[in-house]
């Protein structure tokens, strides 16, 4: 992938911390820890009022970290897509969906008679399976972009989603259930889906390292841990330390997505973003430049799916539905199309907010409220109101529904944010793609950086060594 | 437009690479023999018997009719408007429930309580075959319900367009399109909150004549029929109301160029308003008549047609009514004849590898250049 040819070592260090500081001051990153921090708090104090355990509230955190994580990675994918290429795509699940397989397919030990998973693997260790799965999502990508980029936009739409349909179809079918690769009993489980009985991902990662009996120490030290005294710890600091690791990822598709969009690369794909035909007309070839960030956007759509699906112990095709599409562009749209910060963002607030606050907020009303039975439909819960002015039966039966009522609650907001906000939170603001500074030098001082932009003085070093570097790109 | 600018691009491709769409044209006759001759050797080894294929051909035909006729609906506002609309299947579920809604009350009144009934038998309250619906059996249910389906998708797309499309209305093609998925989420999940997530059979058991086609029987019940003449029917009146009226005229001027239409003093509000209320009615009758046909109802029926709808509507080209329709047909016939070739539970990705197909071949569609009649 040429995505970072251009790009030197870097700015110098001092610059760098400017950079920092100039964020925190300009208000994104201050915004982004406001947010979080609203979030968290919002939880601890629900966790409160639900009465939980240490060990309740500690999950309810590990669980909260690793939705934001997950939703934020796709969306900072898709934001390459849609907000750096201006490639409509929503057939996100599918490229989620491929890289899960794949992964799984590599990973999984080899076929044994009588095991507990009904179909193998290749039994290669996990890093080789992300890897796998990463490119298999990409190389998806490129047969989907290969007859899709030439069309309009919402042709594109059309296409990634109906090949979204496809993969799942695929996997649900019995013809790839089980199948003979490299002289290995595979499959993909079909409908009932595959076990993932490889390695747990942490184990795998932390003995790549060699620090697998350290973590374990650890692991009871933060159990024993006077105040804390948990029994058990593992699977609690396992999901909390998992949700760091998707943290982790989260800074470095930041910084790779940021340096992608600074580099030449990025520049070509703004340009196709605003006007294809004048990026085509200086000389550049459009199409190569959009299946390239396809592709790269596919495989980290795909790294996403893994880090998502790993840990969950079982994958079956029908969880990749087109819904978790809508849910990161959902996400994407909350934040701002084309900013990176904004991606983060727009996961946090969608985990945050509207995939798991509702079910929060269903518990804690049921907790503070009096229990009773909810009706089962809509007629025993209306008919009440009628009969005898009971709205009581309605609201536990909205209560009790409040998961259909979350994906209302979605649509609505999408709709208001088309009307109100159709540029995001901090989506499309002014970018300078100039290598050097346009604006009037009235003051010393370093102007706003636009998200993706770059401030003075910074800038001028990176770009123009990126300029010497590897322009040519076709 | 949109439209003739992919067109002069395929142009383009098609001269640049003279090589690469013969080896492509030669490529698709190739599968084609293919394909003809997998059928053929399966007919006369006796794997495939006549009749079998004149049953799956009735069925697609049938599926096609239904894709059509909602098709028409989503490709006069894809012209129009210059959008693809997402929610498109959810007013055909919504049509759907509002007239069969309306069937249940008018077969089961007296005979269960009214609640039940209006909500189409929620959670196993009331039976659809319990109530003997169909065609024969109580036909003002049937022909009422196909009315008020078509009023209550009606109401809904002009509801939606006004609190929700019309403020959009100068914006591009993409934001009006995020906005439709939203009402699709909003209204697939109200709905799924009102009626509940179970399928529910909606008929009971139609007569049917069989016809005997060389070596069996194919079997055409009444419910088959009636879409059958609904579904012409609509399909000719949309037809010579687009040719003969001036509303067609205006239409198709709209979806040239919107901005001359204004200027020449054609009241576009209106037209638009129009476009929802031809295209409303198509859909929430074909939602009805597809519940008639395959008795059963379930609150994402729209959303799980959509796709195969699009496909249609892309392959005849868009703003086009033969094209939707020849789409549709031609998009069913490929969803029920799939498994002649290749496993079941690819017939509809086998109808979305045509719609690829045809994007790569023809993007404009089949039927493009003759926007709106």
């Known amino acids: 992938m040429s995505a970072n040819n251009g790009g030197d070592a870097g700015p110098a260090n001092s610059g760098r911390v400017n950079d920092v500081i100039t964020r925190l001051r300009e208000g994104d990153a201050g915004l982004i820890l406001l947010v979080l921090g609203g979030i968290y708090l919002a939880y601890i104090i629900s966790g409160v009022i639900l009465g939980y355990q240490l060990r309740g509230q500690l999950n309810s955190i590990a669980a909260l970290t690793f939705y934001i994580g997950v ?104 013809e790839f259930q089980q199948f003979t690769l490299f002289g290995n009993q595979v499959g993909f489980g079909g409908g009932s889906g595959l076990i993932l009985d490889y390695t747990q991902p942490l184990e795998a990662f932390f003995r790549t390292f060699g620090l697998w009996d350290a973590y374990l120490g650890f692991v ?17 600091v396992d999901s909390l330390i998992y949700g760091g690791v998707l943290l982790l990822f989260i800074g470095a598709y930041y910084w790779l997505l940021k340096r992608t969009g600074e580099s030449p690369f990025g520049r070509v794909l703004k340009a196709i973003r605003e006007d294809e035909d004048v990026a085509n007309a200086l000389g550049k070839n459009t199409n ?140 499309h603001r002014k970018e300078i793609a100039a290598s050097i500074d346009l604006s009037r030098p009235t003051r010393q001082s370093s102007t706003a950086a636009a998200d993706g932009g770059f401030v003075n003085g910074v800038s001028e070093t990176n770009d123009s060594s990126a300029n010497s570097g590897g322009q040519r790109d076709e | 437009m949109g439209i003739a600018e992919t067109y002069s691009r395929s142009r383009q491709f098609v001269d640049r690479r003279p090589l690469t769409h013969s080896l492509a044209a030669a490529a698709g006759v190739g599968l084609v023999l293919y394909l003809l001759w997998v059928l053929v050797s399966q007919l006369v080894t006796g794997q495939l018997q006549i009749h079998e294929l004149g049953e799956l051909m009735w069925d697609g035909l049938m599926r096609g009719l239904v894709i059509g006729l909602a098709g028409v609906g989503l490709s006069m506002t894809y ?69 008020v389906a078509g009023i209550g998708a009606v109401a809904l797309s002009l509801f939606v367009d006004r609190t929700v499309f019309k403020p959009l209305r100068g914006e591009d093609g993409i934001t009006l399109l995020i906005a439709s998925i939203g009402v699709a989420f909003a209204l697939r999940y109200l709905m799924q909150f009102v009626f509940g997530s179970d399928v529910r059979g909606t008929t009971s058991q139609p007569p049917a004549y069989s016809f005997y086609v060389v070596d069996g029987w194919v079997r055409v019940n009444y419910h088959d029929m009636t879409l059958f003449v609904v579904a012409i029917g609509l399909m000719v009146g949309v037809h010579l109301l687009l040719q003969r009226s001036k509303l067609g005229k205006a239409m198709r001027a709209m979806s040239d160029n919107g901005d001359l239409a204004r200027i020449t003093g054609i009241p576009t509000e209106g037209v638009v308003r129009w476009t929802w209320i031809i295209g409303g009615a198509l859909t929430g009758i074909s939602g009805y008549i597809f519940v008639l046909w395959k008795g059963t109802l379930a609150f994402d029926d729209g959303w799980l047609l959509l796709l195969l709808i699009f496909a249609a509507v892309i392959l005849g080209g868009i703003g086009s009514v033969y094209g939707a329709i020849a789409g549709g047909i031609v998009i069913g016939l490929t969803a029920s004849m799939a498994v002649i070739w290749i496993p079941s539970a690819f017939a509809r990705a086998a109808a979305f590898a045509v719609m690829i197909l045809i994007l790569l071949v023809r993007p404009q569609g089949i039927f493009a250049g003759r926007a709106t009649a």
């Not at chain 1, 009871?220 to 609690?236: D, E, M, Q, R, V």
């Not at chain 1, 909205?398 to 999408?414: F, H, Y």
């Open chain 1, 71 to 174: 939703f934020a990675l796709l969306a900072l994918a898709l934001n390459l897509h849609w907000g750096y290429t201006g490639l409509f795509n929503i057939g996100v699940v599918g490229f989620m969906a491929v890289g899960v397989y794949v992964m799984a397919l590599v990973s999984k030990p080899v076929y044994t008679p009588g095991g507990a998973a009904q179909v193998g693997g290749l039994g290669l260790p996990l890093w080789v399976g992300v890897l796998a799965g990463m490119l298999a999502a990409a190389l998806f990508g490129f047969i989907v972009a290969l007859p899709a980029l030439r069309l309009r936009a919402d042709y594109l739409a059309i296409v990634t989603i109906a090949m979204s349909e496809i993969v799942r179809f695929s996997f649900l079918s019995s």
């Open chain 1, 220 to 236: 009871t030290a933060f159990g024993s841990f006077g105040p804390l005294n948990l029994n058990n710890p593992k699977p609690i």
């Open chain 1, 288 to 427: 190569r430049f959009k299946i390239k960030s396809f592709m790269l956007g596919c495989a980290l759509m795909g790294l996403a799916g893994i880090l998502w699906l790993a840990v969950q112990g079982a994958v079956t095709p029908n969880f990749f539905r087109p819904r978790i599409t809508f849910f990161v562009w959902i996400a994407l749209i909350i934040g701002g199309a084309g900013s990176n910060t904004g991606s983060v963002l727009g996961g946090a607030i969608f985990a945050g907010v509207l995939y798991q606050g509702p079910l929060y907020l269903k518990n804690v009303l049921e907790a503070v409220l009096p229990q009773t039975n909810a009706p089962n439909g809509f007629g025993p819960a209306v008919a009440p109101i009628f009969q005898s002015l009971d709205p009581l039966p309605f609201v536990w039966y909205t209560l009790d529904s409040i998961r259909q009522l979350q994906l209302v609650i979605m649509g609505l907001v999408l709709i208001w944010l088309m009307h109100n906000r159709p540029e995001g939170l901090l989506g």
């Open chain 2, 79 to 147: 012209s129009i408007l210059n959008f693809a609309n997402f929610s498109h299947g959810d007013y055909i579920s919504a049509g759907a429930f509002s007239g069969w809604a309306t069937t249940y009350l008018i077969a089961g009144l007296g005979r269960a309580d009214i609640g039940s009934l209006l909500l189409v038998g929620a959670g196993g309250s009331v039976f659809g075959g319990a109530l003997g619906i169909g065609i024969s059996t109580t036909p003002l249910a049937v022909v009422l319900g196909v009315v």
